[in-house]
């Protein structure tokens, strides 16, 4: 006779185990201990085997003779129900252990390998910790689109859309790592192209008009705090590589006597390896820097430790000291002022400029023939630039004049 819930739900221990049947191999085993376990009794290759279900009633009725029907189903098959079992069970540890935030820790790990500056590795961990709370404690192959949007959802829910943005692109890198390693099938953030809205482009302040930026170099030729920032922002002007390129140069990337600076392929966005031509002034800048900071590693070191550069907020702050707002003028404004100016003098390749910009060409053909470094031409234009500056400092030439004007 099939049971019936009242019968399990009443169901007494004893000295021994009460077997109670349900037909089709499915018994209700009652241990002396009071506990009821579900096991299906069946033959395979000739032996009698016994199949454990699960524990009652976290295991109902229905759900146990559904185990039994599929073990039936496998049987049926010519498989053992199980060995299925523990295949399924080994495949399930696998897929646990291969969580989100286990796999994005080998990719961590691999950028470490690779040697990827220490600043971009922080803001790759900084962009999976806003989704590790959502799915990093999920099996990476059992993470669906939905539930990446929704995690999504969340940052761009407090006016974050550039970063959810980027969140998706590093959630979609961790996904291919995944498939590149075997523990994912394919990448499911290729299905949110579109779903996010597009953020709203604000570009860095900068001042760019001659007069203005001739403005902006008295106020630093004027700044009365520390003499390293008042120079820092004036090597901004003189080399206009990116903020953070200048706060971490370190001593040993110079050669004064050549007019060098050669900022080693970690420490660039891109990648690469960049070299600077310095200007006679920015020459003078840097001796007299060196007599503030040439005992130690850093151009630029931190207020609290040698051991560092200065803070990222230091270049900007004495913008703000010197009355310029962050509307007005960023440390990344003196690139958009240097790059407006010098393609505007209509004296320069565009190439050359954007060579010293550091910028790569986003066409990947013509980026394979564009090979030429432009040295020569950019070592000639930061030393018209460094004169320029000068001139727009002390407002000698306003507007701008070109090589071709003076008759060059």
């Not at 069946?42 to 109902?60: C, H, N, S």
């Amino acid at each position: 006779m099939p049971l019936n819930d009242l019968e399990i739900r009443k169901a007494a221990a004893g000295e021994k185990i009460v077997k109670m049947s349900d037909g089709g191999g499915l018994q209700l085993w009652v241990t002396p201990d009071g506990a009821k376990r579900w096991r299906m009794a069946y033959r395979f290759d000739g032996k009698q085997k016994t199949l454990a279900i699960g524990v009652y009633p976290e295991i109902g009725l229905k759900d146990a003779r559904d185990a039994r029907d599929k073990a039936r189903r496998l049987l049926k098959e010519g498989a053992d129900p199980s060995v299925a079992k523990k295949i399924q069970k080994s495949a399930r540890a696998l897929a646990i252990a291969d969580t989100f935030e286990a796999i994005a820790a080998d990719l961590m790990d691999k950028k470490r390998r690779e040697g990827r500056a220490d600043r971009t590795l922080n803001k790759v961990e900084w962009l999976l910790s806003l989704a590790k709370p959502s799915i990093g404690a999920r099996p990476i192959a059992e993470i669906s689109a939905p539930e990446i949007l929704a995690a999504l959802r969340r940052v761009e829910a407090r006016g974050r859309q550039e970063t959810a943005r980027r969140l998706r692109a590093t959630i979609g890198e961790v996904f291919r790592y995944a498939v590149a390693t075997g523990r994912a099938q394919g990448d499911p953030t290729g299905a949110l192209k579109g779903a996010l809205a597009v953020p709203v482009v604000k570009h860095r302040a900068a001042i760019v008009e001659p007069k203005a930026f001739g403005a902006l170099l008295r106020a630093i030729a004027g700044y009365d705090g520390a003499p390293e920032t008042r120079i820092a922002l004036e090597l901004l002007a003189l080399t206009f590589v990116r903020p953070g390129e200048l706060r971490a140069a370190e001593w040993t990337e110079f050669d004064l006597d050549a007019a060098v600076w050669s900022i080693p392929a970690e420490k660039m966005k891109m990648r690469r390896p960049h070299r600077v031509p310095l200007a006679p002034r920015a020459v003078v800048l840097l001796r007299e820097l060196r007599e503030l900071t040439g005992a130690g590693r850093y151009l630029f070191p931190s207020a609290r430790s040698a051991d560092r550069c200065m803070s990222e907020n230091t270049i900007n702050a004495a913008l703000r000291r010197l009355g310029f707002t962050q509307d007005e003028m960023s440390g990344h404004g003196f690139r958009a002022a240097a790059s407006s100016m010098l393609n505007e003098s209509g004296d320069w390749h565009a190439d050359a400029i954007e060579r010293q910009l550091a910028h790569v060409d986003n066409d990947s053909v013509r980026r394979a023939y564009a090979r030429a470094d432009f040295w020569e031409e950019r070592i000639e234009m930061m030393a018209w630039w460094a004169e320029r500056c000068g001139k727009m400092r002390s407002a000698t030439i306003l507007p701008l004049p070109t090589r071709n004007s003076r008759g060059e």
